[in-house]
């Protein structure tokens, strides 16, 4: 059985580094056209340059700061243009900050409604008209572990991400005809740039090395290591391809069997 994506036309947000990088070398060497996006314009002429070199193909490079809704439209107009239209729409985004209820004003609310939840709907828009017409589409949302098990000090991720699950089953329900799905990957711990930092963060508060810190991350999971940004990358080209089609609505969690829940 072969997970094919030649050929498809695929949008990735925040797709300079870590899980969103990963996930444009795995559709670039599927055979798939790939616009890669980020907010900072030389992390995405680094990160084009680096997929070069890995997969031998080029992506197109687009800056996309996904606090700015100016730039959501206008990257996703100039790959609708370089591309015809979009197949495959993977949403991902920076973390939101960590804190505690009484860390946050009411900014940083605004701020993370707009980072994560808000950009995707605004891409989903943008995408499934041209999913329609096609009849066919794929959007794949990259969530986290806290929306099947709520982290206590990711308040804004608890919240705002579980707000993305919840509206793509709903719009699932009225938008799938046609072959298009939608669906959820949650992260557990993945080693990327962004687990370095907290774990250098979270060595600082408690007197220990980043290297203890990730250690016991990694004990913590049953399977006793760290994922790769290559795992998530896996699922997401297979939800992508065409033999995923009957899996549609669902938020499935790629964590070695961290979270202790049964669905
Ligand atoms: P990362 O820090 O390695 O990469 C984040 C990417 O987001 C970078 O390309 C960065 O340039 C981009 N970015 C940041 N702010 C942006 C903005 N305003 N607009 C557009 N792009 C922006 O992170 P990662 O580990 O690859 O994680 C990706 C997502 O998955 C994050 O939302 C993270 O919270 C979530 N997640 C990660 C893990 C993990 O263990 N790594 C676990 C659960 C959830």
Redesign the pocket.
């Known amino acids: 059985m072969v997970f094919e994506v030649i050929g498809k036309n695929v949008f990735i947000?925040?797709?300079?580094?870590?899980?969103?990088?990963?996930t444009a070398k795995a559709f670039l060497e599927g055979g798939a056209n790939v616009a890669i996006?980020?907010?900072?314009e030389n992390?995405?002429s680094d990160?084009v340059s680096r997929l070069g070199k890995i997969t031998g193909k080029t992506p197109y490079g687009l800056k996309?700061?996904?606090?700015?809704k100016e730039?959501i439209r206008s990257a996703f107009r100039k790959a609708e243009l370089k591309y015809g239209h979009i197949d495959i729409l993977i949403n991902?985004?920076?973390?939101?900050a960590p804190g505690y209820f009484n860390d946050f004003e009411e900014e940083a609310w605004d701020h993370a409604y707009q980072?994560?939840l808000m950009?995707a709907l605004q891409l989903i828009r943008l995408a499934l008209p041209g999913m329609k017409n096609n009849k066919w589409g794929r959007i794949i949302n990259?969530?986290?572990?806290?929306v099947k098990q709520p982290v206590e000090n990711l308040l804004l991720?608890n919240v705002f991400?579980s707000g993305l699950v919840s509206a793509a089953k709903t719009i699932s329900m009225s938008e799938s005809k046609n072959n298009i799905t939608f669906n959820n990957i949650?992260?557990?711990?993945?080693?990327?740039?962004?687990?370095d930092?907290?774990a250098l963060n979270n060595g600082e508060k408690s007197g220990k090395s980043a290297e203890e810190i990730l250690s016991e991350m990694a004990d913590a999971v049953p399977v006793k290591k760290?994922?790769k940004?290559d795992d998530?990358a896996a699922l997401a080209l297979f939800l992508a391809s065409e033999n995923a089609g009957y899996i549609n609505g669902q938020t499935i969690a790629v964590d070695g069997g961290l979270i202790k829940s049964t669905y």
Not at 64 to 68: A, H
Not at 92 to 96: R, W, Y
Not at 142 to 146: E, Q
């Open positions: 947000t925040a797709a300079s580094k870590g899980i969103g990088f990963a996006s980020s907010s900072d992390n995405i990160a996309c700061d996904l606090n700015k730039d991902n985004c920076g973390g939101p980072q994560v950009s990259i969530t986290s572990l806290s991720s991400r949650s992260p557990g711990f993945i080693h990327t740039e962004r687990l930092k907290l760290l994922g940004a998530i």
